[in-house]
């Protein structure tokens, strides 16, 4: 019979729980909370005036990334709770930044416990696609599609997020690129354009 041999490192972690509230949609214990507000989505948004405004008015949290904190490298997987709160920014549906992984070949898995919208993804080529996230639904986000979370609805938009460790955030593109579409409340309806 063969058998592998199993080299085990001097770094091994040692294995490890938590809590994860599916009805609220929160992480007991982070390690680490990114916040970002209004004034961090400068120039993401269609009407600047109305971004403008919410600033003035008081910069509120946009959304919130409660973090586990793991070794950014191959072989561990990074996991994370992303809380989009709800709102718009003149007509425009609140959103996240969105990226491409540095390591673009990388995947990520999104698991929806708590309310209503899309994971817009995009690719280099020029492809779109907005996939309705709500709770119960997992999207699963292939390498090489930029990601960004957009909330419609009237609650947060929370996700259980995992993806492999090495991935990284590149956020320089989408800054300067922006996706092809774009999703806003009208007259009561969504509409995604154009
Ligand atoms: C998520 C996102 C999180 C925040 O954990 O980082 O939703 O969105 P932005 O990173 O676009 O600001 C993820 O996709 N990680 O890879
Ligand atoms: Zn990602």
Same mark, same amino acid.
């Given at each position: 019979? @063969?058998?592998?041999? +199993?080299?085990?490192? @001097?770094?091994?972690?040692?294995?490890?729980?938590?809590?994860?509230?599916?009805?609220?949609?929160?992480?007991?214990?982070?390690?680490?909370?990114?916040?970002?507000?209004?004034?961090?989505?400068? $120039?993401?948004?269609?009407?600047?005036?109305?971004?403008?405004?919410?600033?003035?008015?008081?910069?509120?949290?946009? /959304?919130? =990334?409660?973090?586990?904190?793991?070794?950014?490298?191959?072989?561990?997987?990074?996991? *994370?709770? &992303?809380?989009?709160?709800?709102?718009? +920014?003149? !007509?425009? *549906?609140? #959103?996240?930044?969105?990226? /491409?992984?540095?390591? &673009?070949?990388?995947?990520? =898995?999104?698991?929806?416990?708590? $309310?209503?919208?899309?994971? #817009?993804?995009?690719?280099? !080529?020029?492809?779109?696609? !907005? %996939?309705?996230?709500?709770?119960?639904?997992?999207?699963? =986000?292939?390498?090489?599609?930029?990601?960004?979370?957009? @909330?419609?609805?009237?609650?947060?938009?929370? &996700?259980? *997020?995992?993806?492999?460790? %090495?991935? $990284?955030? @590149? /956020?320089?593109?989408?800054?300067? %690129?922006?996706?092809?579409?774009?999703?806003?409340?009208?007259?009561?309806? %969504?509409?995604?354009?154009?």
């Amino acid at each position: 019979m @063969n058998r592998a041999k +199993v080299t085990i490192p @001097n770094d091994l972690m040692h294995p490890w729980g938590i809590d994860i509230d599916l009805i609220e949609g929160t992480m007991c214990e982070p390690d680490r909370v990114l916040q970002r507000r209004a004034s961090d989505m400068r $120039g993401y948004y269609q009407e600047e005036a109305a971004l403008d405004q919410l600033i003035a008015q008081g910069d509120p949290i946009h /959304y919130e =990334v409660f973090e586990k904190i793991i070794p950014e490298q191959y072989g561990h997987l990074l996991l *994370c709770i &992303s809380k989009l709160y709800p709102g718009r +920014v003149g !007509a425009e *549906c609140f #959103m996240t930044k969105g990226h /491409y992984h540095v390591v &673009s070949g990388t995947a990520e =898995v999104y698991l929806c416990l708590r $309310g209503q919208g899309y994971m #817009m993804m995009k690719t280099a !080529a020029g492809q779109s696609v !907005a %996939e309705p996230m709500r709770r119960h639904r997992m999207v699963y =986000v292939p390498p090489h599609w930029a990601h960004r979370s957009i @909330n419609t609805g009237a609650e947060p938009l929370i &996700s259980f *997020c995992v993806y492999p460790a %090495e991935a $990284g955030h @590149n /956020y320089g593109d989408i800054a300067t %690129e922006g996706f092809p579409k774009r999703v806003f409340i009208r007259q009561g309806q %969504e509409r995604i354009e154009p």
